[in-house]
């Protein structure tokens, strides 16, 4: 866990005060996941007489500072902010110590899934929504943690409780990405040996974006439920269009149980989602079932 120092002497990481945003904030809950029980000392300004030991980001005009108008920008056009000027140089390291299987994958998947947003958003370069309701980015969510107006926080008291979430966030991000890694290779390996639209799996794994991202016809997947049974789902056409490939029919939208058995002609279906990218069945065979009759009704939404 982080420590707020006032006094520099006891710091060995220096960042900016004031109001924080989310890449100061990831940058030092990373900094402390790396290097453990972090003394940090927030100033708005980096005195002359710093050791050289001390890692300085977010301020000053330094290596893992982005302020300054020679600040590095990716091939992507993405300009870096601390956290992921950090990362690149700390990432590598990192997953190696922790014992990560296929550690430069994790890191590339990490920087795209994670990162590439917080550094985008930190530099003014905002997502582009059009739903009709306010989105709130993660960025967003850490500054609600800077002191509200008319409250008794203070900033080093939030801005330790934003980096106690942000660590746990991480912590979430990283496992996640792990497992999209590891199942990734084997739902490739399943694609490859698939002729079919239908893709079966024996186990749930995270399919969708090794569909959208390879040359796969496939149109839906069938796995079992955690709450028991079997799901088929729906493939999205791409990633940007989560329209579906195919629907299930529309006779079954929103029915369930006897009324969807009596409809579908299918024994053991239980339920089918009123915008028909979902259905769940009791078992296997009626999955099978569901999928056969949907790719032969062929229905678009």
Known sequence: MIKI?????????????????????????????????????????VPLNVDNDVIIYDIGKGKFDHHQKEARIR????????????????????????????????????????IL??????????????ANYKVKTVSDIIKLYNPSYG???????????AVNVAESIFSFELKNVCGKVKASKKVKELLKNNNSDILLLDEYLPYEEVILTGNYNTKLVIYPSNRGGYCVKTVPISLEDKNSRVYFPLKWAGLVNEDLEKTSGIKDITFCHVNRFLVATKSLEAALKVASVTMDANEKY
């Not at 120092?5 to 109001?19: E, L, M, P």
């Not at 989310?22 to 790396?34: E, I, K, S």
């Not at 917080?118 to 370069?125: K, P, R, S, T």
């Not at 008794?152 to 330790?160: A, G, I, L, P, R």
């Open 117 to 130: 947003s917080i550094d985008a958003i930190d530099n003014g370069e905002f997502p582009s929504v059009t």
């Open 151 to 161: 409250s008794n926080d203070t900033s080093n008291e939030n801005f330790v409780k």
């Open 75 to 114: 091939d992507n056009g993405i300009k870096y902010s601390s956290f992921g000027l950090l990362f690149e140089e700390y990432g590598l390291s990192f997953l190696e110590r922790l014992k990560i299987e296929n550690k430069e994958e994790v890191y590339d998947y990490l920087v795209k899934d994670f």
């Open 5 to 45: 120092v006032n006094d520099i002497r006891c710091a060995k990481f220096i960042t900016h005060s004031g109001v924080f945003h989310a890449d100061d904030v990831f940058a030092t809950a990373f900094l402390d996941l790396y290097f453990t029980n972090i003394s940090v000392i927030r100033l708005d300004s």
